[in-house]
């Protein structure tokens, strides 16, 4: 099982992006920072779905604005086999950072 850093994505602009999935037979605890590199301000989504593609009860953060060089974290996120962390940027320079621990189920 892994710990540390689970996974990192440059995200493209206004692309959903899966940045991290649990593998089968393991749960997770992550935490997930979203810095934005850019000069705009941008706003920013995030959810824990099963699929690639959220439904609207699956977001932790919807259209939230992030300023230029500035920082999201979202910390204590649990995640259950085949779960995803998905996220969306308006902008381009916009990076999302999974770290935490792969525990067996």
Do not use: H, W
């Not at 710990?3 to 493209?12: I, K, V, Y």
């Not at 602009?13 to 997770?28: I, N, S």
């Not at 959220?54 to 204590?76: A, C, D, H, Q």
Request: hydrophobic share 45%; aromatic share 4%.
């Amino acid at each position: 099982m892994a710990t540390g850093r689970l996974a990192a994505s440059d995200l493209s602009a206004a692309t959903l992006t899966t940045v991290y999935e649990c593998p089968a037979d393991t749960y997770t605890v992550a935490s997930i920072s979203i810095c934005n590199r850019g000069a705009d301000a941008t706003d920013i989504s995030l959810a824990i779905a099963d699929a690639d593609t959220p439904i609207n009860g699956e977001y932790i953060e919807f259209e939230t604005n992030l300023l230029s060089k500035n920082v999201l974290e979202r910390t204590g996120l649990v995640l259950s086999a085949g779960q995803k962390i998905v996220a969306l940027s308006l902008e381009a320079s916009v990076s999302a950072v999974v770290v935490g621990i792969e525990t067996s189920a």
